[in-house]
């Protein structure tokens, strides 16, 4: 069982302006096996926390660690961490030219499983993979989210999290742009995940909707960088009930107290 | 002997001449120099001296096939006349060339693999590939060596033969290059001819199409892979003066590294007479990191409206950091991510050459030199 752990993370965005703070203070700690919703206003930083943790070079962490069973994961480069059992599942997956779903799929599951798969069980394994996700099986040759509408860029990428199996699986809005229909498929590949072993989801999202598939365990409401009130699923009724006002009132409280 | 002034067209060179003094020495300014760095041309288009000669071997045809003949009125009508003062010195200096003459009606199965290597020191050679009416053959021309090296490949194209050929530049790193590869195609002839420039400190390859009769096709393929501070220069001519003949143009170029550098210039030129032509030109860059130049030129000049088609497109894309951090999140080291993303770029440039074992090999050698290792190879799809 894996655990990821967010101490007093501290993040900026180099601007034309300088260091812009971002992070101001996130403590999370993610238990294989436990879901946890991370629920925010535009905004808040709650996108940008996801970056932080799989390494994105535009943030700079100025505080605080992150580790994973112990292991510094700030000190790993990008794919190192992907190494150590990190996923993020993007909220605007990147184009990739040239290079087809099914060359990139059979490369980074061998980088992360650190061999390549047998060309013969892979092809099961991948085409099971995408017919669970009703994937039309063309897309193996396509470009990597080349010409994609957004809901099959979400699928590809819970594709992607059911092939390389991480420890700790981060989805940064995976829900938002998605019809009823996809969401629903989506999410069922993300409960597959879910189930099929001790595995932790931290699900970063700005809508309540996706909780009616996926049920968290545990609902952090972010807002200006850190984590302001955490509970369990009741806290996101709340939300959808009272919208994220009373937390941004109560966030701007305490940062002008001293 | 006095140069022989054509009509000026816009892109249409201007002298043609075996006498390098019917040419400027070049200064920089002039339109088909203004891209070349000349003090890094290691004196070839001032006034050179041959200091070295080429080592040409032939493998693949019968070594009766293989001629050593002198340039005389016979062979200055079988190869093309220079356009530009280094072309012209390339002659004047190696006043031969190596001609292999493939009979009429043959079909040769085994492919015909020329090694052209250059020692150290400034060398001239030219390579004549005389294919008859209807034959059918693959030649590949591979150019090595370190020196400064100028020269011409000639392929004429009998009447609908079928000519698949490929001429690879992978000189060494210090290498100075500047050669012509000119296609000539006879009536219905078919012309599949493919440049690839790896190698080299400056290559500068000018690749031109001619045609002598109606219902030619020539099909030029390009694929240049420069880094670490390369120059390569790649200029199309394709001089449609025929009617109902066909060219396409291709070409793909990867750069890597600060101050490396890679131009392609694409003329085609239709001239009035040539009706029912069918043209299309394209290149498309890759720029993989930061301080890399890519100058890309297409010129359609229609002398004419009468075709059946005429185009051109140029794209420069860049690897970017998003893409780098997409592949890099998934656990692909940054070697692999590169290496994946120029072999999809290249991948159908390097099939269309249609030369058995080629794509393989020019991978390989881009894999080596994006720092893909051994070990790594292990996790990368077959």
Redesign the interface.
């Known amino acids: 069982m894996s655990t990821l752990e967010i101490r007093n993370l501290h993040a900026a965005v180099e601007t034309d302006a300088g260091p812009e703070p971002i992070l101001r203070g996130v403590d999370l700690t993610v238990v294989g096996g436990q879901t946890h919703a991370v629920m925010g206003p535009n905004g808040s930083g709650k996108s940008t926390l996801a970056y932080v943790i799989a390494g994105h070079p535009k943030y700079k962490v100025t505080a605080g660690s992150i580790t994973l069973d112990g292991v510094d994961v700030l000190e790993m480069t990008i794919d190192e961490r992907a190494r150590a059992g990190l996923f993020l599942a993007m909220q605007y997956p990147v184009e990739i030219p040239g290079v087809s779903v099914s060359n990139f799929l059979r490369t980074s599951v061998g980088a992360i499983r650190g061999e390549a798969p047998k060309l013969r069980l892979w092809l099961k394994e991948m085409k099971d993979a995408m017919a669970a996700l009703s994937i039309d099986p063309t897309f193996a040759e396509r470009n990597v989210n080349e010409g994609f509408s957004g809901g099959e860029k979400k699928r590809h990428e819970i594709l992607q999290l059911e092939l390389l199996k991480p420890k700790i699986a981060v989805l940064d809005e995976t829900d938002s742009g998605l019809d009823v229909d996809a969401l629903r498929v989506v999410s069922e590949g993300v409960n597959r995940f879910r189930e099929s072993g001790d595995t932790g989801t931290l699900l970063i999202t700005h809508y309540t909707r996706i909780l009616r598939y996926i049920t968290p365990d545990f609902v952090h409401v972010f807002v200006d960088g850190r984590i302001v009130e955490s509970g369990g699923p009741e806290l996101a009724t709340q939300l959808e009930d009272e919208g994220y006002e009373r937390f941004i009132a109560l966030a701007q409280k305490e940062g002008a107290t001293p | 002997m006095s140069p022989v002034m054509v009509p000026a067209t816009d892109h249409a060179p201007v002298v043609r001449s075996f006498s390098p003094g019917d040419f400027e020495v070049p200064h920089g300014r002039e339109e088909e120099w203004r891209f070349t760095p000349l003090t890094r041309l290691q004196g070839l288009h001032e006034s050179p001296e041959a200091l070295a000669e080429p080592e040409i071997t032939v493998a693949g045809i019968d070594a009766s096939a293989v001629q050593r003949l002198v340039l005389d009125a016979g062979l200055r009508a079988r190869v093309s006349t220079p356009v530009d003062r280094i072309a012209a010195h390339s002659w004047q200096l190696a006043d031969h060339a190596t001609v292999i003459s493939i009979p009429a009606e043959t079909t040769l199965d085994d492919l015909i693999a020329v090694q052209v290597h250059t020692p150290a020191g400034t060398s001239f050679g030219h390579l004549v590939v005389e294919v008859g009416a209807f034959a059918t053959v693959t030649v590949l021309i591979t150019f090595t060596g370190a020196g400064a090296f100028a020269g011409s490949v000639d392929i004429n194209a009998g009447d609908h033969s079928h000519v698949t050929a490929g001429s690879v530049f992978e000189s060494d790193r210090q290498a100075v290059t500047a050669a012509r590869i000119h296609v000539r195609l006879g009536r219905d002839a078919n012309v599949r001819s493919s440049v690839i420039t790896l190698g080299g400190d400056l290559t500068r390859i000018h690749a031109t199409v001619e045609y002598t009769a109606p219902g030619g096709d020539a099909e030029l393929l390009g694929l240049f892979f420069a880094d670490a501070g390369q120059h390569h220069e790649h200029r199309v001519f394709v001089d449609h003066s025929q009617p109902h003949c066909r060219s396409s143009v291709t070409y793909k170029g990867a750069l890597d590294g600060a101050g490396t550098h890679t131009v392609w210039i694409g003329d085609v030129l239709v001239r009035a007479g040539a009706v029912g032509i069918d043209t299309y030109e394209v290149n498309r860059n890759l720029v993989l990191s930061d301080g890399a130049r890519a100058d890309s030129v297409p010129n359609l000049e229609l002398e004419t409206g009468e075709v059946v088609g005429a185009g051109h497109a140029s794209a420069t ?1 860049r690897f970017d ?3 780098l ?10 070697e ?1 991510a590169r290496m ?2 120029v ?3 290249f ?1 159908d440039i390097l099939r269309r050459t249609n030369i058995p074992d080629l794509p393989t090999r020019i991978m390989s050698i881009i894999d080596d030199r994006l720092g893909v290792t051994d070990l790594v190879d ?5």
């Open positions: 894309g950091d998003e893409q951090f997409y592949l890099r999140s998934r656990g692909i080291p940054e692999i994946l993303v072999r999809g770029f991948a292990e996790v990368i799809s077959a």
